[in-house]
Nanobody, 123 residues
């Protein structure tokens, strides 16, 4: 089970930090990815961090704005989002799979998903 937190309403240019906390799985031993689904859009992969702590970016539009890292003290994976834009609005999900150490941008590579957290960027 994965639990996301940290979503909310923010003005354009603002920042949010999302956290993904696995239950029953230790973060350093799994790859964790973040996906999002905007209004009327398909769910898309954003970033992922592998078991070896290597980050992967799958969405070009978040370059230089979003970063993913592990917080081992909290057993969590954090998505830091700066310079938010209205087009970043959507439901954000974290995903993983037992024993998975390698990142992928394919949704079917992940068998465990969080419930999602809403991010709204609006003035």
């Amino acid at each position: 089970q994965l639990v996301e937190s940290g979503g909310g309403l923010v003005q354009p240019g603002g920042s949010l930090t999302l956290s993904c906390t696995p239950s029953g799985i230790t973060v350093p031993y799994i790859a964790v990815a973040w996906f999002r689904q905007g209004p009327g859009k398909d769910r898309e992969a954003i970033v992922c961090i592998s078991r070896a702590a290597v980050p992967f970016r799958y969405l070009e539009s978040v370059t230089g704005r979003f970063s993913i890292f592990r917080d081992t003290a909290k057993n969590a994976v954090t998505l830091r989002m700066n310079g938010l834009k209205p087009e970043d609005t959507g439901i954000y999900y974290c995903a993983s799979a037992p024993g998975r150490g390698i990142c992928s941008d394919a949704q079917d590579a992940y068998s465990v998903w969080g419930q999602g957290t809403q991010v709204t960027v609006s003035s």
